[in-house]
């Protein structure tokens, strides 16, 4: 009975045909994902910038007495009121109105969005509307809206208007207007004015194509700041309109008022700026992963003489003569080019004479056959191809 017995203590396990473990390594996974652990560390990034950098105040609020920011107008309202002029900031047709009622006040309208432009229009008192708004024609009756804007810039007066003209130069532009019999119209802006004051029987009514004058960023500049006190500070009570923080249901889309962009979350820019990192990187990444060139073998092998003859035999069929005399002498050009020693974007004259020098061919018989006309016929065809075999073979030998 024979006996099976294993392989000798402390001797090497055989070999078996080259076998290794297919396992990924550490190493190999690193190597495989390491590009998308660099794409979500710049998301990640790109996401803590956008909220360290994000502001974290609310909305500027456009020619707004109580906003701080650059938009905002409270720089003016301080002003105005350190000056002895009551300020009254009000969001509603129906608080002006009460307003009004208290004595002859300046109505100051910012924004008419919201507001029924005839219950205003019969506000006594002066008036200033800032900007193109709605309702104009009611509330600065003969006031025509030019077709044409003005780019906003310091501009000069160029009137008669006491407030304008001592103000000098201001940051005036925007919408341009034409006023009525008797207006004032300063600051022009080409078939216009920027700035429009006329009585309006009650007071004076002042219409301006733009408010940045007012705003904050812009007080200090110019003429912008005596502009403004001489518009708004004359002494009367000033009832400040402004578009109400939170407007009425029925004037917005949406089943609870809102409008699109009420609905965007605050950080929406940031989130579309990653959006747009991400998508380029991305690309970028998988662009350039192309993988090596994979060679196939061919089903069939047709030799090079095959082929030339089949070409040859379609040129025929086809009588174009003209197309193979192209291939034969472009051919001929692009093969002998180097050997005579010149560059790609040689002439045909140099090229001609070249040939010539090198052969001792006459230059004319050899620059027939580069660059001659087309032969008329077959027997034409296999002359020149011989003609140039012939030439060609010569410099080879030379």
């Known amino acids: 009975m024979s006996v099976l017995t294993g392989p000798p203590a402390g001797s090497a396990p055989a070999q078996t045909g080259g076998s290794y473990s297919t396992s990924p390594t550490a190493r190999s996974a690193w190597r495989g994902s390491r590009i998308i652990v660099l794409l979500g560390l710049i998301i990640v990034l790109a996401a803590i910038a956008g909220v360290l950098l994000s502001p974290q105040r609310g909305p500027s609020r456009l020619l707004d007495p109580d906003d701080t920011s650059l938009a905002g107008s409270k720089a003016l309202a301080e002003v105005l009121r350190s000056r002895g002029v009551p300020v009254d900031r009000v969001d509603s047709v129906q608080a002006a109105v009460d307003k009004a009622a208290t004595g002859n006040r300046l109505l100051l309208i910012t924004d008419m969005s919201y507001f029924d432009e005839y219950t205003l229009s019969r506000i006594p008192g002066d008036r200033l509307i800032v900007g193109d708004q709605p309702g104009l024609a009611a509330l600065a009756p003969g006031v025509h809206r030019e077709l044409n804007t003005a780019r906003t810039r310091s501009r000069e007066p160029e009137c008669e208007l006491p407030a304008a003209k001592a103000a000098g130069s201001a940051y005036m532009g925007g919408a341009v207007f034409t006023g009525p019999a008797g207006a004032s119209g300063c600051y022009p802006g080409g078939e216009g004015y920027t700035l429009v004051s006329f009585s309006n029987g009650g007071g004076v009514t002042t219409v301006v194509g733009d408010g940045s004058f007012m705003t904050n960023q812009r007080l200090a500049e110019d003429g912008n700041a ?105 051919g001929t050009i692009d093969r002998l080019t180097p050997r005579l020693g010149l560059g790609s974007g040689a002439g045909p004259q140099e090229v001609v004479a070249a040939l010539a020098a090198r052969t001792g061919q006459d230059a004319h018989q050899v620059g027939a056959a580069l660059y001659g006309p087309p032969p008329v016929d077959d027997a034409g065809l296999v002359g020149l191809a011989g003609y140039l075999d012939f030439i060609e073979r010569q410099v080879s030998e030379l």
């Open 226 to 330: 005596a502009l403004a006190l001489n518009l708004i500070g004359t002494g009367k009570p000033v009832t400040w309109l402004v578009r109400p923080e939170t407007p009425p249901i029925t004037e917005l889309p949406g089943e609870r008022g809102e409008s699109m962009y009420d609905l965007m979350p605050d950080s929406i820019r940031w989130t579309i700026y990653m959006s747009l990192v991400a998508l380029a990187i991305t690309a970028f990444w998988r662009g350039r992963r192309l993988g090596p060139v994979v060679t196939e073998k061919l089903p069939v092998v047709v030799r090079a003489a095959e082929t030339v003859e089949g070409r040859g035999r379609l040129y025929r069929a086809r009588r174009a003569r003209q197309r193979a005399a192209d291939s034969l002498r472009a």
